[in-house]
């Protein structure tokens, strides 16, 4: 981990090689869809890069660790799908069809003088 925290290329890949696929296994076990576990990998990967100082070794195995991070990312990926297909369920029985929020629209009309 501290060849990672020296932005080490090679220590990374290593890491990379060694725990990718039980990244994504887990991930694939939270989520059951192929895509949405490759993105978990690389949003876990990515921040393992960002901010190796997340892991703390008195706290527990490195390999605990980024399982735990690993699920709770597929959980909140998850949870987020669930939402999006609740409410475009919703907007489709309230109007027939789901449509943008008109939180992005102008609240006030546009008049030409």
């Given at each position: 981990?501290?060849?990672?925290?020296?932005q080490?290329?090679r220590?990374f890949e290593?890491?990379y090689d060694?725990?990718?696929?039980?990244?994504?296994?887990?991930?694939?076990?939270?989520?059951e869809?192929?895509?949405?576990?490759?993105?978990?990998?690389?949003?876990?990967l990515?921040r393992l890069w960002?901010?190796?100082?997340?892991?703390?070794?008195a706290?527990?195995?490195?390999?605990s660790?980024l399982?735990?991070?690993?699920?709770?990312?597929?959980i909140?990926?998850?949870?987020?799908?669930?939402r999006r297909?609740?409410n475009?369920r919703?907007?489709e029985?309230?109007w027939?069809?789901?449509?943008?929020?008109?939180?992005?629209?102008?609240?006030?009309p546009?008049?030409r003088a």
């Amino acid at each position: 981990m501290d060849a990672i925290g020296a932005q080490d290329v090679r220590a990374f890949e290593a890491l990379y090689d060694r725990y990718a696929r039980l990244v994504y296994s887990t991930a694939y076990g939270v989520l059951e869809d192929a895509q949405s576990a490759e993105d978990v990998v690389q949003e876990v990967l990515t921040r393992l890069w960002k901010a190796p100082q997340r892991y703390v070794p008195a706290r527990g195995k490195f390999f605990s660790w980024l399982l735990s991070v690993t699920r709770n990312l597929a959980i909140d990926q998850y949870r987020v799908r669930r939402r999006r297909t609740r409410n475009a369920r919703w907007c489709e029985r309230r109007w027939g069809r789901c449509r943008r929020s008109s939180a992005r629209r102008s609240r006030w009309p546009i008049t030409r003088a």
